[in-house]
């Protein structure tokens, strides 16, 4: 059986002072659970900080919020799936929302940056969702498969069992609006069968979090909703205890 994954994106907060502190007040609060996975999205400059600080607790992962598509070179700003993987991140987000709807980032580079971070031996976590626009047109799920066909369409299909994926519906992203529990049942069994499609055999080991305004109140319902099989967590993951307490639901 898929362990849950608990999954905290820090988005732009906790720099490494913060993030120090956090993850020492984090640790000494939550003892380790080997039944499941859970994963620190901290900005890149405080990557390594978040890295050291967790000590080698082997129940405590670490992942970077964004890679270029290319492993080096004139790209200023940018960070790479090698270099990521030398500041000790496991994981790469891929298409996070607010990459391609603040950013601009096209579908056709979020394939290549799962490619780049399968390359550079980092695990991608592709972000699918649809706008508020589509889900009232109708086309949320041409919307979501489309995502994801396209953000996949350079992996093997080894590197597709390998990796996760994270629905996250851009009106539910920061708004305080959670699908409700049937909403995202329905999208996630669409990407389930789409994945098992694809690998054509069970795509079983490949776990589809959900994420939009999850808190310590409704994690419970969330993870116990058939096809969610983890939680990424924007607002609620930076705050101490609400986290320790969705990561113990
Ligand atoms: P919120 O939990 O703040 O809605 O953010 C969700 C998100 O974008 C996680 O990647």
Redesign the pocket.
Known sequence: MRRPVL?A?W?MNNGPTAARAFIAAFTARWTPHDDRTVIF?PPAVALTTVVHALGGRRDLDVGVQNIWTEDKGAFTGENSAPMSKDAGARYA?VG???RRHVFGETEAQTAQKCAAAVRGGIIPIL?VGELLAQREAGTTNDIVLRQLEVGLSELSPDAIASMAI?Y?PVW?????KTATPSDASTVHGAIRSALDKRLGKSSGDVPILY?????AGNAKSLLSTPGIDGL??????LDVEGWAAICDT
């Open positions: 999954a994106n988005k999205f987000l996070h929302s607010e972000c994270a996250e539910a992203i920061g708004t305080g994420g939009g305004s999850v808190n990424l967590v924007g607002g609620a993951s």
